[in-house]
């Protein structure tokens, strides 16, 4: 049995349904993700995990909290992500050689391999996708997102 709501909070919901920001860009990131994931299966990461490897790469021996900061990531976020990745031993976590207590992420020999052989296939399914939304369009989206997730850490 469907509950009865009030007329004014249907037609709010409707409204959250087509115009909310989060569900919209959620919605389109589970899209993308799951063409990124089939494309990069064989390679045998996630679309999620190959972001991660490549922040490990770019942060270049940088502590943890500065990888996390790289992909909008809390702590604990990162700590669960970066789980499968160690056990898969492509990621490991190491004590700074600054100050012991502070954690770097270094890429394994093992990691380097795996993420050779999924660069490639993301490279396809990267070029698919902007061939179908255009370059311009791209760009541009591009950088309202990162005006988008400025404005929401504000």
Do not use: F
């Not at 502590?63 to 990745?85: C, Q, S």
């Not at 050689?97 to 993420?115: F, H, I, S, W, Y």
């Amino acid at each position: 049995m469907a509950i009865d709501l009030p007329h004014a909070l249907r037609s709010q919901c409707d409204d959250i349904a087509v115009w909310c920001a989060c569900a919209n860009l959620r919605k389109a990131a589970r899209a993308l993700t799951q063409e990124y994931d089939a494309a990069m299966r064989s390679s045998g990461l996630r679309a999620t995990q190959l972001t991660l490897l490549v922040a490990v790469v770019s942060a270049d021996g940088q502590p943890m909290t500065v990888v996390g900061r790289a992909l909008g990531m809390d702590r604990t976020t990162l700590t669960r992500n970066l789980r499968p990745l160690q056990r898969a031993g492509l990621v490991r976590v190491d004590a700074s050689e600054e100050d012991a207590r502070r954690r770097v992420l270094r890429l394994t020999p093992k990691g380097a391999r795996t993420l050779a052989a999924a660069v490639p296939r993301w490279a396809r399914v990267q070029a698919n996708v902007i061939a179908r939304i255009g370059r311009r369009r791209w760009s541009a989206l591009r950088r309202e997102l990162d005006r988008l997730t400025a404005a929401a850490g504000e």
